[in-house]
């Protein structure tokens, strides 16, 4: 999807957990200028979300079941910015998270309107 002047950013939240889901549908909400699209809990739910919606942004957990957060954004980052977000410190990531095609990394304690708004602002 490509977002004009007046159309909100699209975000898809990723996340086996429902409590992050529920926290990152009201910072979405909260956020001017950002629309929640969907939410999935579990990878193999997100790539079909993905197909189907085409968002702007997904914010994708690092640490889930069966298609996990890494290999998710491998999967997108071509056609929609992938953010992973994990209670981790960045240090304490799998190396592979950064050469996952994602765009940033958000800790989940520092995620807020700002965090998300330099997510979506960050380099391209």
Do not use: C
């Not at 975000?11 to 699209?37: K, M, N, S, Y």
């Amino acid at each position: 999807m490509i977002t004009g002047a007046n159309s909100p950013v699209q975000v898809i939240v990723v996340d086996d957990q429902a409590p992050f889901r529920a926290a990152a549908r009201r910072v979405v909400a909260a956020t001017a200028g950002f629309e929640l699209a969907a939410e999935a809990s579990s990878g193999e739910e997100a790539i079909e979300l993905v197909s189907a919606i085409r968002p702007d942004l997904v914010l994708i957990d690092v640490h889930m079941p069966g298609i996990g957060g890494i290999e998710l954004a491998r999967r997108i980052a071509a056609g929609t910015r992938a953010i992973l977000v994990s209670s981790s410190k960045p240090e304490e990531l799998p190396k592979e998270a950064m050469s996952s095609g994602a765009a940033g990394y958000i800790r989940k304690d520092d995620f807020g309107p700002n965090a998300l708004r330099a997510a979506w602002a960050g380099p391209r």
